[in-house]
């Protein structure tokens, strides 16, 4: 069966620091990964979509930055981080059928 | 812009009653809508899906309704349990059959079922 697995599942970083949050997928091969946010208040929002190795759709402009370096794994990313970039990030995949598979999320906070 | 809106942030209904949540969307070429559910600190689940060939779609207590020309879609759940209590996610894709499709979602809604 698929598996994702997201972490950290909680991180305080100050700002300025760098990011790095990993995603990986088990039991399919060359999913559709994506990278959610979820900002208080607000709904989830598409922050960068993959089709494929090193193959990365930025959906808004931003402070972050995203990369598959294997079929199954997706990071997200960041050189510096901004208060603004606090949320709770999710990843997901989809395969052939329809309907994402949701990660458990991290819940970053940038002190 | 917002193509996916939920404009009831929050409801509450009692044990045993019908929920009804509704999600309006203005992108014609949505062809597949999708509700998820959140709990606290935890990814969303997929919890009903209907294609915008079907107006009605019926899963144990969970009944999504599509209502193509008003561009609007509602959940029920019957009977609701306190166990309902989650953010319900509306979600739309508009790339029916292709391999590389993105879920647009609503902001959500709070529901609340009480004992």
């Known amino acids: 069966s698929q598996t994702i697995h997201q972490w950290p599942a909680t991180l305080v970083q100050p700002v300025g620091s760098p990011l790095s949050l990993e995603c990986t997928v088990e039991?399919?091969?060359?999913?559709?990964l994506y990278w959610y946010r979820q900002a208080a208040g607000r709904g989830l929002q598409l922050l960068f979509y993959s089709v494929g190795i090193g193959q990365i759709s930025s959906e808004v402009p931003q402070n972050l930055s995203a990369s598959r370096p294997q079929d199954r794994q997706f990071i997200l990313s960041s050189k510096k981080l901004l208060l603004s970039d606090s949320g709770f990030y999710l990843c997901?995949?989809?395969?052939?059928?329809?309907?994402?598979?949701f990660g458990s999320g991290t819940r970053l906070t940038v002190v | 812009d917002q193509q996916v809106k939920q404009n009831s942030p929050s409801l509450s209904v009692q044990e045993g009653r019908i929920s009804i949540l509704n999600c309006d969307y203005t992108?014609?070429?949505?062809?597949?809508f999708l509700w998820y559910k959140k709990y606290p600190a935890e990814g969303p689940t997929f919890l009903i899906s209907?294609?915008?060939?079907?107006d009605k779609n019926e899963d144990g207590r969970f009944t999504v309704f599509l209502n193509k020309s008003a561009k609007h879609l509602s959940l029920h759940i019957v009977p609701s349990q306190p166990g309902d209590s989650a953010v319900y996610f509306c979600a739309a894709s508009a790339n029916s059959g292709g391999s590389n499709y993105k879920l647009t979602f609503g902001k959500g809604t709070l529901l609340t079922v009480n004992p």
């Open positions: 039991g399919t091969s060359n999913p559709n």
């Open positions: 997901a995949w989809s395969g052939v059928n329809y309907g994402y598979t």
């Open positions: 209907i294609s915008s060939i079907k």
């Open positions: 992108n014609s070429m949505f062809d597949y």
